[in-house]
């Protein structure tokens, strides 16, 4: 809450007035309001692909359903991430997602999430060497990310090949895993502990099958959310002088990283001074007012949005799972009635007259 009160209460006010960022909001255009709608929704539904790519079973708007009701929990609650666990294993145990394929997708959409997370820096830094100079912090994040993603990559063989290794990581996953169904009020999944062998069996075919359509499916997720917020920052009047693309990918690639640490939930308020400050260095000050109008703006469509279509995902998940344990649970239609006189597999007592 610290964070969150420093950075809008006190370090936002004094880059720009919120009468000034305002203004800029209501100078923006429909048709540029439309082309961040459209990447926004491109930014949805690639993560629901990328859902739908590590369970193969799943449907697309039950991925869609997972992601928009975990992410409202997680950019609401304190520990969300957690709570989030617990109620995406209840939507998906309902669809009959089983325990082990339940962890399998825990594991390797979160490992490909850091995965790219830790390779845009490295991808902005390139960027910037071919287009221009990079910037120290720039590079530092670049190696930074670079190196992590290394031992992330090591952390994920080590996994794989060492079953002393995997039964740690096992213990720990169960004890997050209870966690979040406590707080969120569902049992715990019965074969929690133990589901990581599972998972070695199991992640080995479906990386073999599916792993670069899960990779493409991944960076594409993160991508098209960039694009957010360069479409944010081209609506609010910035041309590529004032904000380049290369500016905003290498600012969008930094927070990404930096917002792996759970500081707050969704990173409100890190994510919002991580943008604002790389994207102001050098700019007027009607011009930083625009900027912080379209961080502003960006946050806006991509965390405080998906909360009411998160909580109108987990309404949906509630009628239509509770809706199908009452059919399932309620008597069956009648079958025909015998002819009279015939003798059904009952036995000879078994008649009726229609």
């Known amino acids: 809450m610290l964070i969150v009160a420093g950075v809008f209460a006190f370090a936002l006010p004094r880059v720009a007035s919120y009468g000034a960022v305002w203004d800029s909001l209501r100078s923006m255009t429909w048709p540029w309001l439309g082309v961040i709608g459209l990447t926004m929704v491109a930014s949805l539904v690639t993560t629901w692909l990328m859902i739908a790519a590590v369970i193969p ?3 697309l708007r039950n991925a869609a359903t997972v992601n928009l009701g975990s992410s409202a929990v997680a950019n609401t609650l304190p520990g969300g991430g957690a709570v989030a666990m617990g109620v995406s294993w209840a939507m998906l145990s309902g ?3 089983g325990t082990s394929e339940y962890v399998r997708y825990t594991l390797v959409s979160g490992l490909w999430n850091v995965f790219v997370r830790l390779g845009l820096p490295v991808m902005a830094l390139a960027v910037l ?3 221009g100079r990079p910037s120290t912090a720039s590079q530092a994040a670049a190696y930074c990310g670079a190196g992590v993603l290394a031992a992330a990559a090591l952390t994920l063989r080590a996994t794989l090949r060492s079953e002393s290794f995997a039964r740690r990581v096992d213990r720990a996953l169960g004890r997050l895993l209870a966690a979040g169904c406590r707080l969120a009020r569902r049992p715990p999944p019965q074969r929690a502990q133990g589901a990581l062998a599972d998972f070695r069996a199991g992640a080995s075919g479906l990386l073999a ?3 670069l359509w899960i990779t493409a499916a991944a960076v594409a997720s993160h991508l098209t959310l960039w694009l957010v917020l360069l479409a944010c920052v081209r ?3 910035l041309g590529q002088g004032q904000v380049s693309w290369q500016a905003s990918l290498a600012a969008f690639a930094f927070v990404r990283l930096v917002s792996v640490l759970p500081l707050t939930p969704g990173g409100v308020g890190v994510v919002e001074a991580g943008l604002t400050g790389p994207l102001i260095v050098g ?5 930083v007012a625009r900027v912080a109008a379209a961080v502003l703006l960006y946050r806006a469509v991509t965390y405080l949005l998906p909360i009411p279509l998160g ?3 987990y309404l949906w998940w509630r009628r239509t799972h509770h809706a199908g344990r009452r059919d399932a649970h309620s008597p069956g239609p009648a079958g025909p009635a015998p002819h009279p006189g015939r003798v059904t ?5 078994a008649t009726s007259a229609r």
């Open 57 to 59: 079973s799943l449907r």
């Open 95 to 97: 669809w009959g997602v």
């Open 129 to 131: 060497v071919i287009t």
């Open 209 to 211: 099958r599916r792993w």
């Open 235 to 237: 609506a609010s009047g």
């Open 283 to 287: 700019l007027s000050p009607a011009a």
């Open 311 to 313: 909580a109108l995902a």
């Open 345 to 349: 597999s009952a036995g000879p007592s």
